[in-house]
């Protein structure tokens, strides 16, 4: 209700009406207005409301009825009371006026009591109007927010990919559901309000109960279960739900927020799967093979049983890699990986620890013998071609065995001595396997020894370089000389390199080892050049490795640019191995280092498996043939036949040959005779250092006397003599 004064409208053509009304009503405490018509009144009611109108009825112009049906049909001044002021008195009068919206009648002459009274309530009655119309337009606007955000709350919930349950803990039915609730388990809205919790929970009303009690009981937790719930299909659904309660009256309500777990259970799963798993063959991986190992271990060790680890490698699995693709050597690893499941008894577990390295833990009650009838159960099956893309492919593995508790009782070293063993089993030819031994953890230990001692005399620069002359055999004069590596291994004196060449090549140090080999020896070229000695040639050994790992050519030119000296005096040799590995790379390099200048020589010539034609790729100016047929050239005629096809195949190629290792005048007799272009060995001088090397260059002490005129036919007649000693 309006706490100031109320304003009251007097409507009379008569001034002295209006005069007399307002004397009568301003001492009450009213404010007055006058209007003198009803168009005037209408006028001023548009412009300011009062809270009550004294209404003339005969007006000239628009009488009082007119302004009251006017006014009563207009909503904005509809609940303005009006009380009609009239002289006339008859029913009629009266009748009309009601009809015409008027609330209260006075009769001329105004009775100043009625007046007040009828003023009074009316605008009492006005007031209390104005409360309720005022308070449903605030209720009403109560409404439309609460339903906004009821809206929104719906939409919100809609649009959340979690189901939404309200439970009625009274009733025991669905309150509320958001739209997830339904999708994700079938129902429409209205087919989850009719049925409850219970029918589609996995658990009992009672239960269902009891659960939201303890919820109730302790109001503040937000519960979290995992639980299955049945959609309408009658598939099961595996979800997360949250839980908690609400007081809601006399009833509490359970809200449940439920999130579909199938998703992040496979992907779980298919996590666990390939950190477990390897993805090629299904085999557990190395991971879950260690996990398998220790667990096998714990079992063998409570039922006092015996436990074998099998490591095995397939052989050369890289030449299947690289001349049939990677594919097929795929494939194999997964047709191999099964066949070995089919080698052991289902207990058993077999792993695939990477690469081709497939490992095996047998457990044993007292079966000593049976890691030996695996291993050649494994041999056996893989004598069977393997059917690969229409392909035959044929592999063998070798193999290493350790015994818990013998060998070892930790799984990492079990398996650490079953590689080492693999490794012996390789060494003895492969397609074989060998026990571990207390030997050969010796010799691991003396290796890494090694290891440790190589990379500490690369750091230290402890190598040096020796040399071996060449000698041309038509002037019996030295035209080159072979750069041997050696290690001076403090504390140990010289190392032969047989004992640290194949471990620089497998550390990958002989990148950085045959770098500084190349470098030295053009230094060397170069110092002799500018000095006494003159143009001198010198061969270095190359290694495999130093064609995919180092910059060999830009070794080679920057030594060559560096020192000084014409390219042809430096000379690589390469194994036939060397040149099977990542062919294209290394023809590429060879005939840049050629095009320079640069003498290209097959070393150890006949022991690998290339044919002339494969080496004729290479652009190659020399063959050195293997010692191992030079050893027995004039006892066993095999090897003379194949010496002398290599000088043959050699000389018909226009290239030019040498032998290796020659240590007999009946050797040197034998090449002489079937035009052997060079010779190397002890019977003209071992590798020297380089002082002593210097000396027999400057006095040319080394010298095949007469050889340059000798009978080259006949080998006993040959005069040759050699002043220099072989060690
Ligand atoms: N029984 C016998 N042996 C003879 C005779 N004349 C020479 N030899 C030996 O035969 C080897 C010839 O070297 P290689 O075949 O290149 O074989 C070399 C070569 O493959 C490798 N090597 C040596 N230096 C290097 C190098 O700088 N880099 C690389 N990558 N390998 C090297 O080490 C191998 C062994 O080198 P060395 O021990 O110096 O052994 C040398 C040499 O001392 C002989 O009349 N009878």
Redesign the pocket.
Known sequence: MSSTAPTILIVDDEIQNRKLLEALLRPEGYFTRCASSGEEALASIAEHAPDLILLDIMMPGMDGFEVAVILKANPATSNIPIIMVTALDDRSARLAGLNAGAEEFLTKPVDRAELWLRVRNLLRLKAFGDFLQNHSVILEQEVQARTADLQRFRSAMDATADAIFLVSRNTMRFVEINATACSMLGYTRQELFDSSPAEIGEVSLEALENSYDNIIAGQKIDVLVDTTIRRKDGTYLQVEVHQQAQKSGNDWIIVGVARDLTERKESAQRLHQLAHYDVLTGLPNRTLFYEALKNALIQATDSDWLLAVLFVDLDHFKNINDTLGHAIGDELLNQFGNRLVQCVRPRDTVGRLGGDEFALILLMHDESSYPTLVANKIREVLREPFEIQDQEVTISASMGITIYPDDATAHETLIKYADTAMYRAKQAGRDTYRFFTAQMNAEVLARHDLEVALHKAVENKEFVLHY?PKVLLKSGRIIGL????RWQRPGYGLI???LF?PILEETGL?VRV?SW?ITTACQQIGQWLHGAIGPMQIS????GRQFIEGDLEGDVLKALLDHDIPADLLEL?LTEGSLMVNTERTITILKNLKTRGVQISI??FGTGYSSLAYLRRFPIDKLKID?AFIREVTTNPDDAAIALAIIRMAHSLKLEVIA????TEAQLAFLLRYHCDQI????FS??LPLLELEQILLSETLDLVGMADSNTERQDELPITFKSAPQ
């Open positions: 071996q072979e750069a041997l590596l032969s390199p047989h060449i002989i045959g080999a270095v050994n190359v290694a040799e070393d150890d010692i290796e290792g020659v240590e190397q060995g002890y019977y071992p590798p």
